[in-house]
C-alpha cells in the first residue's frame, strides 16, 4: 500500500468510527504521541483503545486531511477534528460528562510508515486548552 493510500485510510477509519479498519493500519508495536498522554501510548490494543475513547466521547467527529507532505517512510498532514461531545470524555484528572458542546481542532500528525506499510510511530500536535475552552472545562 502506498502512503498516500494509507492517509486515506487512516482519514475514513477515523471519520467513520472504524476501530477495526483503523487498528489493521498499525504495527503490533506502533506508538501513539499526544499533548494529554505524558508517555507515550504503547501497541496497537492500546492506541486503539485510546482513540476508541476518542470516538466515544465524539461520535459522529470527523477527520479532514490535507497537504500531506511525503518523505521517505514518513508522511506529514495537517488535520480538522471536529464534532460534537455527547459521550464521556477520558482525561488526566478523571471522566468528564458530556457537555453536548461542538468542537473543531486542527493539528498535525507525523507518522512513520514500517517496512510492511503500517503505522509504526505518529507524533500528533494538536492545542489541547483550546479543546478544553471550546468544551467549557476551562
Known amino acids: 500500500m502506498d502512503i498516500e493510500q494509507l492517509v486515506k485510510k487512516w482519514k475514513t477509519a477515523v471519520s467513520r468510527g472504524q476501530m ?7 504495527a503490533p508495536d506502533v506508538r501513539l504521541h499526544v499533548p494529554l498522554s505524558p508517555e507515550p ?37 495537517e488535520w480538522e477534528y471536529s464534532g460534537k461531545n455527547t459521550g464521556p470524555l477520558a482525561t488526566a484528572t478523571g471522566v468528564v460528562p458530556p457537555t453536548n458542546r461542538p468542537m473543531r481542532v486542527r493539528g498535525a500528525s507525523f507518522l512513520r510508515i514500517n517496512p510492511k506499510g503500517l503505522i509504526a510511530e505518529e507524533h500528533r500536535y494538536y492545542d489541547a ?7 467549557g472545562l476551562q
Do not use: C, H, W
Open 20 to 26: 477495526d479498519a483503523y487498528a489493521a493500519l498499525l
Open 129 to 135: 486548552r483550546s479543546l478544553f475552552q471550546q468544551l
Open 41 to 77: 501510548v504503547k501497541g496497537r490494543e492500546a492506541v486503539t483503545q485510546y482513540e476508541g475513547t476518542l470516538m466515544a466521547a465524539f461520535p459522529g467527529a470527523t477527520l479532514e486531511v490535507s497537504r500531506p507532505a511525503i518523505r521517505g517512510n514518513t508522511v506529514a498532514v
